[in-house]
């Protein structure tokens, strides 16, 4: 039905989208400051609170704030984009019925999923900014390579955008969001956010390491601690992975649903 | 009152799996991944600063508060406007019962579920070997209580709430503020001396002291007395405060 002749991304019709997607949100910035309490209220409590009980962290040399705070910047970031992806497109098909009124115009269901991918990594590179400010202001920086976090943050979004799309096109109704935070809860606390991996069992590290969310942490971290290595492009390559086949799946998925 | 607690009951008994994931699963996340995980890292650098008990221990009691403040002021919150907005309340409305039967009924299911759901948590803490016998119950006790101090006065202002949106703010700038610095995560002892008297008067704070001081057996009658009456009287007083919103609301 579609006549697909370049790839959705480089089509104008996808930028409508994301226009669309904008001019609700400036009718508030609450959104995007919403988004900054809870890292904020984390970073002070457990940064800053507990932190005066860890001291130093095995193997780095700095104060734990400084080391739990590029963590929580890539948590962030991934939760800026997934909840847009997850909750934002669940409600814009499901009770708004948004896309019912974009498909008869010529923006195809590609379009939209790239649409929606591309607003989400647009808000959490700007929620990814005013956190690494606030870094900033409060001392917690140490490295110039902590600039990296702003490309980094766009990487993570894309994976996790893309993995919100997905997810989405698989829920029924709102109390399935329960189901997700089962596996987002868990993530967030185990994958060496607030500790390293030296903390687990041998026999539990290769499945800390398996998590998206632990790469997209190593590839914040590393950098703002000053420490860069070809390694980093493990972390690269996952994430770009990642989002891709969970792009591919989303799409096809939502191709499906929307054109019975 | 009881038949709208066994209205709260028989419904309950279809959707409980679902508030199983957020009441039960989720705290005790955490106390796997903060008490155990960053535990391992308090407990190398600082044993003496947590009262010399390991973090975990210090931890667990902690969350057992917050987590029953969180599920309560949800019930009590969001719950208590769907009811009054679109469910349970408006049907109710036209029958003998009065509306403060209603706020009764829905707070004691309220009650029984934070039991329910702190009761769970205790017993694994228990298995972690962070607390036992009668210690166990009393933070059990305490837990409760501190649900219900939270959703007496949640209910009292949710049901005039027309806007879920509204109760999402309310937990993003109150409760969760409340939920990091009342002592959950680190001893309120630790914060600047200036700010310490303004923790001591979050409700909080003492439901983590209650229920801390209870589980690691240090608890004091003085001490435990000032908590139980200081979330007594938010209990009672946001249930006085509820009789007079809910006749507002569902008898206009």
Redesign the interface.
Known sequence: MTTVGAPAWTRRRTLALVERNFMVYRRSITPLLNALVEPILYLLSIGVGVGLLVGTVPGVDVPYAVYVAPAILATTAMNTAFNQTSFGVFTRMKIEKTYDAILPTPLSVTDIAVGEVTSAMINALLTSIGFLTLMAVGGLVTSAWVLLALPASVLISYAFAAGGLAVTTYLRDFPDFQYIQLFMLPMYLFATTFYPLSVYPEAVQPLIRALPLYHSIELVREPALGRLSWDLLIPVFYLIAFGSIAMYVATRRMTRAMLR | MLRAFGYWITLYRRTWR?SI??SV??PM??L???GA??G???DD??PA??AGVS?AAFFAPGMLAAAAMQSAFLEGSAGVARAAGYGAYRGATPTPLEPEQLAGGHLLFIAFRVLIASGAFVVVMAAFGLTAGWQALGALLGATLTGVAFAAPAAAWAVGVRKLRHIDTMF??VI??LY??SG???AVS??PEWIQPVSYLLPLWHGVELCRTLSLGTATITGSSIHVAYLLALAIGGFLIARITYRRRLHP
């Open positions: 679902g994931v957020i699963v989720n996340l955490f796997v991944g903060i995980g960053l391992a890292l308090v650098n600082a600063q947590i973090y993003r700038f969760m503020p990091m610095f959950t995560f680190f630790q914060l």
